[in-house]
């Protein structure tokens, strides 16, 4: 079956410095979503990107957050100047339509210290 | 806007007894409904969904929810659980024609031998 891929499983990075979290959804997929989870909390929406477009987000994707599709295959995650509060669990997913389930990777953990 | 409640943040129980996990959700407009679960060191796996008709909705593995839209409830249910159902389980929703899903905070199942 196919599935949606993160790398790195972990990223550790300083507080201030830029990180890309990497991400390949499924191939026919046309919905790409990111989502985080802060340590024994909820999974939070960042946003989701449509026709080379973000489509909704929320407000924790500030200005130091971008998303990406630089090619046919993947999505990316950048945070420009991270913060001590980013560290948490993102996931990536997709779905082929809108309202279809979606289909999470298994994350990239990023501790920044 | 739409918010989960997942009143029971653990439930151990015991092997081959019957479980329910409860779910809640408050919404002003219709919704779909999601349970996630996720194993140690993996993404979310999509368990079962609710979008129209039957409101008894069979899953995978085992489990059932039924959609109570009086009681704005969407508890996930196995009749005999095994070790290998050890895991976290989320509910989610989304607004119809909305991409976004709502989490609630988890439940942590542990099946004790």
């Known amino acids: 079956e196919p599935e949606v891929t993160q790398t790195p499983s972990h990223q550790v990075t300083q507080m201030g410095q830029e990180v890309i979290l990497r991400c390949v959804p499924i191939?026919?997929?046309?919905?790409f979503y990111w989502y985080r989870q802060i340590l024994g909390q909820k999974v939070e929406f960042l946003v989701s990107f449509y026709n080379n477009e973000i489509s909704e987000k929320s407000e924790i994707f500030d200005d130091q957050f971008s998303v990406e599709r630089p090619d046919g295959s993947n999505f990316t995650l950048k945070i420009r100047s991270t913060k001590l509060e980013d560290s948490a669990m993102y996931f990536c997913a997709s779905s082929g339509q809108l309202n279809s389930p979606l289909h999470f990777g298994n994350g990239t953990r990023l501790t920044v210290t | 806007a739409q918010s989960v409640t997942q009143l029971d943040s653990q439930v151990p129980v015991f092997e081959e007894a019957p479980v329910e996990l409860r779910c809640n959700y408050s919404s002003s407009v219709s919704v779909y409904l999601f349970w996630y679960v996720q194993y140690p060191n993996q993404g979310l796996q999509l368990l079962l969904k609710?979008?129209?008709?039957?409101?008894l909705v069979k899953g995978i593995n085992g489990f059932e929810a039924e959609f109570n839209k009086s009681q704005t409830s969407f508890h996930l249910r196995k009749p005999s659980v095994h070790i290998s159902d050890t895991a976290e389980y989320f509910c989610?929703?989304?607004?119809?024609?909305?991409?976004?899903?709502?989490f609630g905070t988890g439940t942590r199942l542990t099946v004790i031998p």
């Open positions: 989610a929703v989304s607004e119809t024609g909305a991409n976004n899903l709502f």
């Open positions: 191939s026919n997929h046309l919905y």
């Open positions: 609710y979008l129209s008709g039957s409101t």
